[in-house]
């Protein structure tokens, strides 16, 4: 018998996360919520996860965001 994983974002990958953001939220509203320049200029999944994948705090914000915005989607 395995124990259940807790965590929200097992087995979801940041590419996941990502393309999941852009096509529901898209770049601008990333930006807006987000304060990092690979969303604001020529953005495109490819950088930003080059980028968020060496920027720790920066990946904790986008992962931070897609949980809240799954929970208040799962409400409404």
């Known amino acids: 018998m395995s124990i259940p994983n807790k965590d929200p974002l097992h087995g979801i990958t940041l590419e996941n996360i ?3 953001l852009v ?6 509203y990333l930006a807006s919520q987000v304060k990092i320049n690979c969303f604001h ?21 986008v992962e ?13």
């Open 23 to 28: 096509e529901n939220y898209g770049w601008e």
């Open 18 to 20: 990502m393309v999941w």
């Open 41 to 61: 200029f020529d953005p495109s999944i490819k950088s930003s996860l080059t980028f968020l994948r060496k920027t720790p705090w920066a990946r904790a914000k």
């Open 64 to 76: 931070s965001l897609y949980l809240y915005l799954k929970r208040k989607e799962g409400r409404g």
